[in-house]
C-alpha cells in the first residue's frame, strides 16, 4: 500500500481538524462531563474510527481494511488500560471534574505525537533491520506474560522525569487559574497544575505507546495504516475515560484478555517468516479474545454493582 507524500499532511491535518471540532463542540466551556454525553461522543468517535476503515478499503482494499480494523481494536482495547493510569493522575493532583475534559484532549494531542514519532522510529528500524521483528515480538511476548502475572510497570505521577524537570525550570501555582496554563504572579511567569497534568498524561502515555506501537507492527507492516488507526482510536480514549472510569472495577479479567492479545501478536511476528497468519484470521482471534474478556468480566462482576446494571 504505497501512499503519496502529501497524503501525510492531510491526514495530520485532519486529525487536528477533529481535536479542535472537539474542543469547540464538545467542550465549548469547561463543565463536569455527563454519562449520557459520554456515551454519545464515544459512539460518534467509533463510527468515525471505523468509517475510515471504509476509506481504506476503497482506497487499498480489503486487507489493507483488515489490517486498519486489526490495528484500530488492537489500540482501543490496550487505551482501556489507560484508563486506570489516566484516573490515578487526575486523582493525584486533585484535577475539578470541570477541567479533566480539557486536560484530556491536550493528552491525547500530546500522546498522538509521540506515537508518530514510536511509529516513524519503528518503521525505520524494521525497513532498515529485518531481524528487527523477532525483538519486536519477543518484547510483545515477554509483556503479556508479565500483564498475565500481574507484573507491569507501576505508574508513579511523582516520579515522572518530565514533572520533575518542569519543576526545577518553571515555577507551579499552588493552585488551578481555571484553564489557563501559564499566568503571572507578581511579575513571575508561572505553570499552573493544569499544565503539569497535561505533561504527566502525555508522557506517562509513552509507557503504553511502547507497547501497543509494536502490537499494531505484528499485524500490518504500513506505516500509515499503522499511524491512522493509532491517532482515531487515541482520538476516542477520552471519552472512553468518562464512559467507562467509574466502572473499571467491573472488568476483572480485561488484562488477562489484553496479555492474551499481546501474546498472540508476538508469536505472529515470531513466525512470520515460516508460517503468515492471515489478517481476517488476526482479526477473528483478537475481536473474540476481547469479547470474551469484556462479557465474562461483566458476567462475574453482574452483582457487584446492582445501580450499573440499570445503566
Same mark, same amino acid.
Given at each position: 500500500?504505497?501512499?503519496?507524500?502529501?497524503?501525510?499532511?492531510?491526514?495530520?491535518?485532519?486529525?487536528?481538524?477533529?481535536?479542535?471540532?472537539?474542543?469547540?463542540?464538545?467542550?465549548?466551556?469547561?463543565?463536569?462531563?455527563?454519562?449520557?454525553?459520554?456515551?454519545?461522543?464515544?459512539?460518534?468517535?467509533?463510527?468515525?474510527?471505523?468509517?475510515?476503515?471504509?476509506?481504506?478499503?476503497?482506497?487499498?482494499?480489503?486487507?489493507?481494511?483488515?489490517?486498519?480494523?486489526?490495528?484500530? &481494536?488492537?489500540?482501543?482495547?490496550?487505551?482501556? !488500560?489507560? @484508563? +486506570?493510569?489516566?484516573?490515578? %493522575?487526575?486523582?493525584? /493532583?486533585? *484535577?475539578?471534574?470541570?477541567?479533566?475534559?480539557?486536560?484530556?484532549?491536550?493528552?491525547?494531542?500530546?500522546?498522538?505525537?509521540?506515537?508518530?514519532?514510536?511509529?516513524?522510529?519503528?518503521?525505520?528500524?524494521?525497513?532498515?533491520?529485518?531481524?528487527?521483528?523477532?525483538?519486536?515480538?519477543?518484547?510483545?511476548?515477554?509483556?503479556?506474560?508479565?500483564?498475565?502475572?500481574?507484573?507491569?510497570?507501576?505508574?508513579?505521577?511523582?516520579?515522572?522525569?518530565?514533572?520533575?524537570?518542569?519543576?526545577?525550570?518553571?515555577?507551579?501555582?499552588?493552585?488551578?487559574?481555571?484553564?489557563?496554563?501559564?499566568?503571572?504572579?507578581?511579575?513571575?511567569?508561572?505553570?499552573?497544575?493544569?499544565?503539569? &497534568?497535561?505533561?504527566?498524561?502525555?508522557?506517562? !502515555?509513552? @509507557? +503504553?505507546?511502547?507497547?501497543? %506501537?509494536?502490537?499494531? /507492527?505484528? *499485524?500490518?507492516?504500513?506505516?500509515?495504516?499503522?499511524?491512522?488507526?493509532?491517532?482515531?482510536?487515541?482520538?476516542?480514549?477520552?471519552?472512553?475515560?468518562?464512559?467507562?472510569?467509574?466502572?473499571?472495577?467491573?472488568?476483572?479479567?480485561?488484562?488477562?484478555?489484553?496479555?492474551?492479545?499481546?501474546?498472540?501478536?508476538?508469536?505472529?511476528?515470531?513466525?512470520?517468516?515460516?508460517?503468515?497468519?492471515?489478517?481476517?484470521?488476526?482479526?477473528?482471534?483478537?475481536?473474540?479474545?476481547?469479547?470474551?474478556?469484556?462479557?465474562?468480566?461483566?458476567?462475574?462482576?453482574?452483582?457487584?454493582?446492582?445501580?450499573?446494571?440499570?445503566?
Amino acid at each position: 500500500m504505497a501512499v503519496d507524500f502529501w497524503i501525510w499532511p492531510a491526514f495530520i491535518a485532519l486529525i487536528f481538524f477533529l481535536i479542535a471540532v472537539d474542543l469547540v463542540v464538545f467542550q465549548g466551556k469547561a463543565h463536569e462531563v455527563s454519562l449520557t454525553e459520554a456515551f454519545i461522543w464515544s459512539v460518534v468517535w467509533t463510527v468515525i474510527g471505523i468509517a475510515f476503515a471504509g476509506v481504506i478499503l476503497v482506497w487499498h482494499g480489503q486487507n489493507a481494511a483488515g489490517e486498519y480494523i486489526a490495528g484500530y &481494536v488492537i489500540e482501543r482495547s490496550l487505551s482501556v !488500560d489507560n @484508563i +486506570f493510569v489516566f484516573a490515578l %493522575i487526575l486523582t493525584y /493532583f486533585s *484535577v475539578p471534574d470541570a477541567y479533566q475534559p480539557r486536560i484530556l484532549i491536550w493528552g491525547v494531542l500530546g500522546a498522538i505525537f509521540f506515537r508518530l514519532i514510536f511509529i516513524g522510529a519503528g518503521a525505520g528500524l524494521l525497513n532498515a533491520f529485518h531481524w528487527m521483528i523477532y525483538i519486536f515480538g519477543g518484547f510483545l511476548v515477554f509483556t503479556g506474560l508479565r500483564m498475565a502475572l500481574g507484573k507491569e510497570m507501576e505508574v508513579n505521577p511523582e516520579d515522572n522525569p518530565a514533572l520533575k524537570l518542569m519543576r526545577r525550570v518553571i515555577p507551579i501555582t499552588s493552585d488551578y487559574q481555571s484553564t489557563r496554563f501559564f499566568v503571572k504572579q507578581a511579575g513571575v511567569r508561572m505553570a499552573t497544575p493544569l499544565f503539569a &497534568v497535561v505533561l504527566t498524561i502525555a508522557t506517562t !502515555d509513552v @509507557i +503504553f505507546a511502547v507497547d501497543s %506501537i509494536p502490537a499494531i /507492527f505484528a *499485524v500490518t507492516d504500513n506505516t500509515f495504516v499503522v499511524f491512522s488507526s493509532n491517532a482515531f482510536a487515541v482520538l476516542g480514549m477520552r471519552v472512553l475515560y468518562f464512559l467507562l472510569a467509574g466502572a473499571m472495577h467491573r472488568f476483572v479479567y480485561l488484562k488477562v484478555g489484553l496479555s492474551a492479545v499481546l501474546v498472540f501478536v508476538g508469536v505472529k511476528m515470531l513466525s512470520d517468516d515460516t508460517y503468515h497468519i492471515s489478517i481476517w484470521l488476526s482479526l477473528g482471534v483478537i475481536a473474540l479474545v476481547l469479547t470474551a474478556a469484556i462479557v465474562g468480566s461483566l458476567f462475574a462482576t453482574r452483582k457487584s454493582r446492582p445501580e450499573l446494571e440499570s445503566a
